[in-house]
């Protein structure tokens, strides 16, 4: 019988103190990785094979390491064009996601390390963001949360051609947002320092409630078994709110259920176990508790540093050999200081170059996306935009993958034309 995975528990600090990880069954620190000072939201476990952490700015310098499972020491070391403040990455951990202090967004390739686009998104930091399917959400420091189609985004046609270049622009909280995530059924949960938290639909693009606390609050996380979330307070407490309380009923404080009360300073961060009979917090008091939801009692508690810990993560490292990792570029290629490469399918005994700048990971991604939707306005250009617009995009990405097919089909009765006459 093979061994039970390792499940982990990583906390990092915005203190020198490197990212700490242990043994959610036995308790024992695995390992701790350094150096690592990072700010809220600048960790992410890159599909579970290793971990990115964006680093507080020392000086000039504001890289972003990477770290093996079983090593300590930075593996990978990228410098990106300006310092990072919060960091995520798809769940296929193909591509990683940086918002910076400008207000731009960074969005990198992971096998390549190429920054396939960057765009300005908000006035001032980008504190935040969550990824719904091809949907991506940030918030900042300015207050603002607004939804990008990547889709757009990744084609600059069809970001000369939109109206706006985002989907929605949400302006509702009256002060810097501090924390958002997404849940199954297109629903989003912002966190702000207005003492609120709201809940967004991202298809129909609108607010849909918002909730007041006793409370600053820094970080959410959803219940993954019910429509239930967490939030983190500035006063140490975690409040369990039910996002589907009948708005009747009157208050909107009538949706806070109770509050989980073990730290003595802020809650900065928040991590759920994918069965969500896990709660981890780390909090400015230096210490990690891990909740069992369903008596909440705090079943095992980790003091990570003297300096207050600002990430937390659940993780079940996939110790697996991976290729070499590459940095991560200052520009994009298609800024002309890297040369535009074709695109390498994913078996070479059938590459086929094809130009333009997205991966093929990227192009096959889309593609399923479709299969899967049906629907999809990837392909669906008699439906209009959010502005009103005729979707002309989804008329542009059908003649693109008309055309990849065309190739395709090509390539493969050619070879199948020389094998024959040989």
Known sequence: MAPPSQQLVLAASSADAGVAAWDLRTGAEA????????????ITAV???????????????APIHYYHWDKPQVAVKSFPAEPIRVLISDTEGNYLI????????????VASGELLVRWHAHYRDVRCLALYDLLLVSGSEDG???????LTMLDEQSRLEAKTPYLYNFNQHALPVTDVTCFHGAIAVSSSEDRTCKIWSLSEGRMLRSISFPAIIDSVEIDPRSHIF?????DGKIYVTAMGVDPSQGRDDSSILGALDDHSKAVTSLASSTDGLLLVSGSEDGHVRVWDTRSQQVTRKFKHSQGPVTNVLIVTPKRVNLPPLQSLRKVCAANGEVEPRAVILP????????????SSNLLEHLLDATQQHGSSRLFDSGVSTPNGAPNEQGAEWRSKYLELQDLFVHEVLGQMSSSMDI
């Not at 599909?47 to 310098?61: E, I, M, T």
């Not at 940086?98 to 390739?109: A, K, L, N, P, R």
């Not at 967490?230 to 500035?234: F, L, P």
């Not at 078996?347 to 997205?358: C, F, K, Q, R, T």
Request: net charge positive; aromatic share 10%.
């Open 47 to 61: 599909a579970d094979r290793f971990l990115a952490a964006a680093q507080a700015p020392a000086g000039n310098s």
């Open 31 to 42: 390992i701790r990785h350094r150096p690592c000072s990072s700010r809220p939201r600048a």
């Open 98 to 109: 940086g918002g910076g202090i400008s207000g731009d967004i960074f969005f990198w390739e």
């Open 230 to 234: 967490y939030a983190g307070g500035r």
């Open 144 to 150: 603002s949360i607004k939804v990008w189609d990547l």
């Open 347 to 358: 078996h070479p005994e059938n590459d086929v170059h094809i130009a333009g700048n997205l």
